[in-house]
């Protein structure tokens, strides 16, 4: 069973958004917030697997409720997904450097509702991940461009910096053994490996990173 954390300010959005997530029989809506440190309280009191949280919220935002789980060791397990619009990019851009496991536009269907919560829970892949890249890619483009990689990647094997490259551009972990002809296991163990030495939260965090340490050059991604 899944339990999920509802946290948005309008009450018909949790409505409309509970009613999709209790027609599956392995999701359980276990408490509601209207704000961002109603949230970060309610998952100290519930310790929900998944939180889908509105970013613009009165008071603590959604974006500084998910720095605060992310940075709470006794949350560790709890992903994080924000729920924003196209015109917040920004804000979602630094959610996932906070920590966020990644991001749902409100008006998706509801089987993608449905399936982003599944997948942040298991940690497998990204939410969106081409529409991830293109917004990390927009902010990145702002940043100075890093002529080499950050030597913090040095800690990295070079089969390690090919994992980190395909998670960069989007590619699970099927999809990553498919390109380097390694079992589905060991690219998962390769991705796990990698997180544990850059101390990245999830997928989400390794994708910010490749960015921010230059291992991907915006707009020349491969495909």
Known sequence: MIRILLADDQRLVRLGIRSILEDESDFEVVAEA???????????????DVVLMDIRMPGT????????????EHLAAVKVIILTTFDLDEYVYAALRAGASGFLVKDSEPEELTHAVRVAHRGDALISPSV????????????PASRQPDPRLDVLTNRETEVMRLVAVGRTNDEIASTLVLSPLTAKTHVSRIMTKLG?????QLVVLAYEYGL???GRLDR
């Open 61 to 72: 935002d959604g974006l500084q409720a998910a720095r605060e789980i992310a940075a709470d």
């Open 34 to 48: 209207t704000d961002g440190q109603a949230a970060i309280s309610a998952c100290r009191d519930h310790h929900p």
């Open 132 to 143: 991830t890249r293109r917004l990390i890619e927009e902010f990145a483009r702002s940043r």
């Open 216 to 218: 991907i050059t915006p």
């Open 200 to 204: 990245a939260r999830d997928r989400s």
